[in-house]
C-alpha cells in the first residue's frame, strides 16, 4: 500500500475529481480510468484497486442520481428495471473474482476497453452528423410504453420524447454489465449506456443519466463483499472519494451543457491507450 503523503494525497484528489467528472458526465461512474490509473502509477493490487473503484463509483451515483431524478433526465422505471439484473450480476462478478488471479484480471479489463473504445468512437462520430430531429418528427416519437419519457436537453433548448424498447434483450445484458461491475470494479456504465442508447432506443444524455442512477446499486452490491475480504483500502479510497463527489457535481454541469457526443470521440482516444497499457502489463 502506498503511503498517502502531501503529493500522494493531491494526485488522489485531482484524479478523484477528474473521474468524477468523466464518470458522472458519461453515465460510466469512473472506473474505468481509476481501475488502471491504481494499477499502472500507483501499483496498487488489481483486487484492492477494484475494490476502491467501486466505493467511488458509490459516491459517483449518489452525488448526480437525485439531481438527475429531479431535473427528469433519469428514466426512473426503466432504471429500477434494470437495476435488478445489474445487481445480481454484480454479486456473482465479485464473488467470481477473489477466485481469479490479479493477472487475469487485468487481462480481462483490457481486452473489455478496446471493442468499449471503438463503440464509444463511432457512437460519438454518428451522432455528430446526424441532422438534429425536429419538433413534429420528436412528437410522433411520444411515448407509447410505460418505460416510455422525455427530457428537457438545454444543449438544443428544446424538449426530447423517445420510446424504450427490446428490454428483455436489454435485462439479459443487464447481468453481464453488473458481472462486470464486480469483476472489474468498472460500474458497470461501459456497457449499460451503450445498451441503451443503441439497444433501447434512449437518447445518449438519458442514457448515461440513467445509466448513474442504476451502477450506484449494483455497485455497492459488489462492494459489500471486497468489505468483507478486508480489500478496501479505506485511506486511499477516503481521498479518492472526496475528489469523486466534487467531480460529480462538474459533470452534471458537463452533462447538461455540453455535447457528450465530443467528449466520447476524445475518451475513446484515452480508453483505447489504457487498454494498451493494461495489456502490455497483463502480458
Known sequence: MIELTALNFSILLFFGVFIGLLGSALGVGGGIFLVPFLVLALKIPIHQAVAASLVAIVATSSAVASVNVERGLANIRLGITLEVTTALGSIAGALIASRIPGATVQLLFALMLFPV?????????????????????????????????????????????????????????????????????????????????????????????????????????????????????????????????????????????????KLQMVFSAFTLLVAVRMLMKAI
Open 117 to 261: 473504445s471503438i463503440l464509444m468512437f463511432m457512437k460519438g462520430r454518428s451522432a455528430l452528423k446526424r441532422i438534429p430531429a425536429t419538433a413534429s418528427q420528436l412528437s410522433t416519437d411520444a411515448a407509447t410504453s410505460s418505460f416510455d419519457s422525455a427530457f428537457f436537453d438545454p444543449a438544443v433548448d428544446s424538449h426530447t420524447h423517445y420510446r424504450v424498447r427490446n428490454m428483455t434483450p436489454a435485462s439479459v445484458i443487464s447481468f453481464f454489465a453488473g458481472s462486470l461491475s464486480g469483476l472489474l470494479g468498472i460500474g458497470g456504465g461501459v456497457v449499460q449506456v451503450p445498451v441503451m442508447n443503441l439497444l433501447c432506443g434512449v437518447p445518449m444524455k438519458a442514457a448515461a443519466a440513467t445509466s448513474n442512477f442504476i451502477i450506484g446499486v449494483s455497485a455497492a452490491a459488489s462492494a459489500y463483499i471486497y468489505f468483507r475480504q478486508g480489500l478496501i483500502p479505506f485511506k486511499l479510497t477516503s481521498v479518492i472519494v472526496v475528489g469523486v463527489l466534487l467531480g460529480s457535481f462538474l459533470g452534471i454541469y458537463a452533462l447538461y451543457k455540453a455535447r457528450s457526443e
